[in-house]
């Protein structure tokens, strides 16, 4: 084919979408444990809340991402539920924010391909979580066998999560910032290949005192859903005793003179036990610092764990408000998915035509006329 014969790059729908502006932003959890961790609400859920107040907020259970270990079905459906229950909870108001769970929109896995058509072998190879998460599978740690090729795949899906509503930001703890990189890199690689306005390039939300709440009983390793020994998690839906005893329990940094101040390089333990105390009671880093600084650690766990425990019980009344009412539940989920589809069936249709793909002229998700279906109407294509 010569040059004059190359058909031209026009396309039968309007210009790029305008961008959303700077003010869409997104985030998940997968529905992989029984409860959310404190390390989850501290991390992304809390921030969430404020976020809402400012900005267009879609939140999602990556329902889609927790098949990448092969759940039980029963389980991860209950899962799915409690994970949604956390978040309204936690203070997600679905008048405010777009509530939704990620198999409800089917957009996510269709551009989920796509992107995975764009990610190269050993860009994906490089990720740390798929590198730890698949030498424990492969250490036999999960019943369902070793990682499968979605365990992989994985980034990719989020990728597509982030850049099918054209988010400007993703908060999220420090676990994730290698995925956000990675997505950033597929955004910037679909404007150069396909056009500028292809996908926004989001950007990472994540705050420093926050970003990576430890384990108690391990100040070095975060506080983790997959954590073996569980001594050193808070599960946000645990018994109140449980948290308490997981507090008072925390390791602390060896010091005489039992200095309180915030430096995780050198006093880890201390740290993260004020990242906490901030967090649940709302008061700055500093003021509990100089209120604990030189009298027993003993006097700080106590205390923390009891304004951990005055956090939970709400909480949990909460949650379990939501858990009891699961139609009312999955109908505010139903509504989220709805207006979650409005935002990306546009976003999705112009990322599929800019990869040049034929666009059915009855709309896509629409079970085209009789007589449309087949070339022959119906009878079946006789070859
Ligand atoms: P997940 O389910 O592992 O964790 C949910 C959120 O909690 C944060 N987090 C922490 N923050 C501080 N300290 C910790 N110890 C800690 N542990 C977890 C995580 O950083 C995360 O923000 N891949 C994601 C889910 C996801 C997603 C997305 C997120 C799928 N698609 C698109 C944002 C945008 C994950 O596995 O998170």
Not at 81 to 97: C, V
Not at 184 to 195: H, K, P, S, T, V
């Amino acid at each position: 084919m010569s040059d004059s014969e190359v058909l031209p790059v026009t396309s039968v729908l309007p210009p790029p979408i305008e961008m959303a502006g700077p003010r869409r932003i997104l985030s998940g959890m997968q529905p992989t444990s029984d409860s959310l961790h404190l390390g989850n609400y501290i991390g992304a859920a809390r921030q969430w809340v404020e976020l809402q107040q400012n900005f267009e907020a879609l939140f999602f259970v990556a329902d889609l991402h927790a098949l990448t270990v092969n759940p039980d079905p029963a389980l991860l459906r209950e899962r799915t539920r409690r994970t949604a229950a956390q978040y309204l909870a936690a203070g997600i108001d679905p008048s405010k924010s777009i509530l939704f769970v990620q198999s409800q929109v089917p957009q996510h896995a269709e551009l989920g391909w796509l992107l995975q058509c764009q990610t190269g072998f050993g860009e994906a190879s490089r990720m740390t979580q798929f590198k730890d998460k698949s030498a424990r599978l492969a250490a036999g740690e999960a019943a369902g066998g070793g990682p499968t090729v979605g365990l992989f795949a994985y980034p990719m899906l989020m990728a597509a999560d982030i850049l099918l509503y054209d988010s400007a930001y993703v908060p999220v703890g420090e676990d994730q910032r290698q995925h956000l990189e990675l997505t950033r890199d597929i955004a910037e690689r679909l404007n150069a290949r396909f056009g500028a306005g292809t996908a926004v390039v989001p950007k990472p939300y994540i705050q420093k005192e926050t970003a990576k709440i430890q384990d108690l009983q391990n100040p070095a390793a975060k506080m983790s859903k997959s954590s073996s020994g569980g001594r050193g998690v808070v599960w946000l839906l645990e018994p109140p005793k449980a948290a308490i005893k997981a507090i008072k329990a925390a390791v602390t940094d060896a010091d005489p003179d039992y200095r309180v101040f915030y430096d995780p390089e050198t006093k880890p333990g201390i740290s993260n036990l004020l990242s906490i105390f901030s967090a649940v009671t709302g008061l700055p880093i500093a003021d509990i610092a100089a209120e604990y600084d030189g009298r027993g650690y003993g006097y700080l766990k106590v205390d923390l764990a009891q304004a951990v425990s005055s956090f939970l019980i709400p909480f949990q009344e909460r949650a379990n408000m939501y858990l009891s009412d699961p139609v009312q539940l999955d109908a505010i989920l139903a509504d989220g998915a709805a207006r979650a589809a409005a935002i990306a069936e546009p976003v999705l249709e112009r990322i599929y035509d800019r990869f040049g793909l034929l666009r059915p002229n009855y709309g896509r998700l629409n079970v085209p006329a009789p007589g449309l279906a087949t070339l022959d109407g119906g009878a079946g294509i006789v070859g």
